[in-house]
């Protein structure tokens, strides 16, 4: 790239940063992404279930604070890509009901600022980015498509497909998820899962191995890693003026390009806009509304071992059904209850790293037995579960878990159904909060500047060329994954960029 400050800084090279740098390649416009993590090498780590989930050797090298103040170290990765080196590679769409407001046990799911047929071209032009693998005829909440999936889904193992016919006699609906995985060659690289396993451009379609790869091929796009951004600086009238980071060296650096996108994922982007405050914006940047860090959501999760001594579980990735019978009521006419997949397969390393005071032996004979599950309910909007930063300017997650009665409910539920599906014994685990991989809410979008930071392109109502592109503007989380809506979202803001800042 030339020199000279770049025309757009993207700040973050994850799922959001990366999909919206590959939909303003074309622009001509100089891009420059500065990416606090470095990529993930191939190595034997990458697949030794023991490093990754016992000895945590991803993980990052720091603390958050809870609530109460007690510190914790947060399952949040930063690497080339962001969490979706790691991710599950489940690419739904929220449902078309996920964009209205929707009556829950535990409240309102409030109605987006944008409908489902505002994003449904980029939920397409996303599956076909990121190679997604689905059918969309399986699952009976599925939204309309106007393209259907680039590849037929991949295949259930053995155990699963048996599995697929029990739960389908007892009249339920199981459908082959939505993966951009091609498995043959993940396989080629491991007999392992994928599921929070490191991807190193081995099969796993990612942001960086996607998006990113795609945008430096065109040369008006860079990105320097090691570049973490400590602060942004506001103009007299509100406009961003500079980005200010430390290299890699330690140095503290400056640009001052015409936009700004904030992609570092929905704590660290308002942790930033917090920590920029000055004497124009007092309380943090894009934050007159004062929803900064509020809104805080991850789902409720759990982990459901289904466990029958009679059968093996020779499966290695295992993670190729879902269900969402219980998604839009409780089967029953009463409020959503959520959505069921399965996990990557629980290996005994795996099982060990989580259990670490039960036997050996037993966890051995439980992972043999046990085929593995991720129940899923919605997290719901609450202004005071929140990311704050303390004196010390550290990250503060208060996060303050709502609804949680229908996730109780659906986990019960599930466990009748195992059971009736063969399975004898069924032990189930919540997700604690140190697992913030479905974070979003922060910065949320909106058309009232009153109760909300952004518009719904996702630029800050108070500064004219920052815009926050990430899990952050998400009003509500509902209960499938979400890294598919944050992808098409970032098309359809590159979109905006390309006609209006961006324009010739
Ligand atoms: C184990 C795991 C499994 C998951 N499985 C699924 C799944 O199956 N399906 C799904 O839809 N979602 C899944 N997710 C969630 C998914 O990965 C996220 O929703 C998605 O990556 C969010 O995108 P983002 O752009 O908001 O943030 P990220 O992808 O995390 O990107 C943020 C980027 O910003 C960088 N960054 C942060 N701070 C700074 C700074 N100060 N300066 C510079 N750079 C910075 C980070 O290093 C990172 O690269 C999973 C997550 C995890 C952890």
Aim: aromatic fraction near 8%; hydrophobic fraction near 40%.
């Amino acid at each position: 790239m030339p020199s000279g400050s770049p025309d757009v800084v993207i700040i973050g090279s994850g799922m959001g940063g990366a999909t919206l740098a590959y939909g303003i390649a074309g622009s001509g416009a100089r891009i420059q992404i500065l990416e606090r993590g470095e990529v993930i090498a191939p190595g034997p780590d990458c697949r030794d279930p023991v490093a990754i989930f016992a000895k945590g050797v991803f993980r990052p090298d720091e603390e958050w604070l809870d609530g109460t103040g007690r510190g914790f170290n947060p399952g949040n990765y930063y690497y080339v890509g962001g969490n979706s080196k790691f991710y599950g590679a489940v690419l739904f769409r929220f449902r078309e009901q996920d964009f209205e407001a929707m009556e829950h046990e535990g409240g309102i799911s409030p109605a987006w600022p944008i409908r489902y047929g505002d994003l449904e071209p980029y939920y397409s032009a996303a599956e076909q980015l990121y190679q997604v693998r689905g059918d969309v005829a399986g699952d009976p909440t599925e939204p309309p498509h106007s393209t259907g999936y680039p590849y037929p889904p991949v295949p259930d193992e053995q155990p699963i497909a048996a599995v697929r016919s029990r739960l389908e006699t007892l009249g339920l609906r199981p459908f082959s998820l939505p993966l951009a995985v091609d498995i043959d060659r993940w396989l080629d690289g491991g007999q392992t899962p994928w599921d929070a396993f490191p991807d190193t451009n081995s099969g796993k379609m990612d942001a960086e191995t996607c998006s990113l790869a795609e945008a430096l091929k065109h040369p008006n796009v860079a990105i320097e890693t090691g570049a973490e951004i400590t602060r942004l600086i506001t103009a007299p009238g509100g406009r961003i003026e500079a980005v200010e980071y430390r290299d890699r060296a330690g140095d503290i650096k400056r640009l001052t390009p015409r936009v700004v996108v904030l992609s570092a994922g929905a704590v660290n982007s308002a942790a930033l806009l917090l920590r920029s405050a000055n004497d124009d914006h007092p309380t943090g940047l894009a934050n007159r509304s004062d929803q900064v860090g509020r809104n805080f959501m991850n789902h409720n999760t759990s982990a459901l071992l289904s466990i029958d001594l009679r059968r093996v579980n020779d499966c290695v990735y295992q993670k190729t059904i879902g269900i969402n019978d219980f998604y839009l009521d409780d089967g029953n006419g009463g409020p959503p209850l959520g959505n069921v997949q399965l996990l990557g397969r629980v290996s005994a390393p795996i099982l060990k790293a989580n259990l670490k005071r039960v036997p050996s032996w037993l966890v051995a004979r439980i992972a043999r037995h046990a085929i593995d599950w991720y129940v899923m309910s919605e997290d719901l909007p609450d202004p005071d579960s929140r990311v704050r930063i303390d004196g010390a300017s550290r990250i503060v997650l208060d996060w303050r878990r709502s609804n949680m009665a229908p996730h109780r409910k659906l986990v019960a539920r599930m466990r009748r159904v195992l059971r009736q599906a063969g399975f004898p014994i069924v032990l189930s685990k919540q997700f604690d909060r140190r697992t913030p991989s479905h974070q979003c809410g922060t910065v949320r979008f909106g058309d009232d500047p009153a109760t909300s930071a952004l518009d719904p392109f996702c630029r800050a109502h108070d500064h004219a060329n920052l815009f926050v592109v990430d899990a952050s503007f998400m009003p509500s989380s509902a209960a499938v994954n979400p890294a598919l809506t944050v992808a098409a979202q970032a098309l359809r803001t590159a979109d905006h960029l390309t006609q209006t800042d961006l324009a010739a």
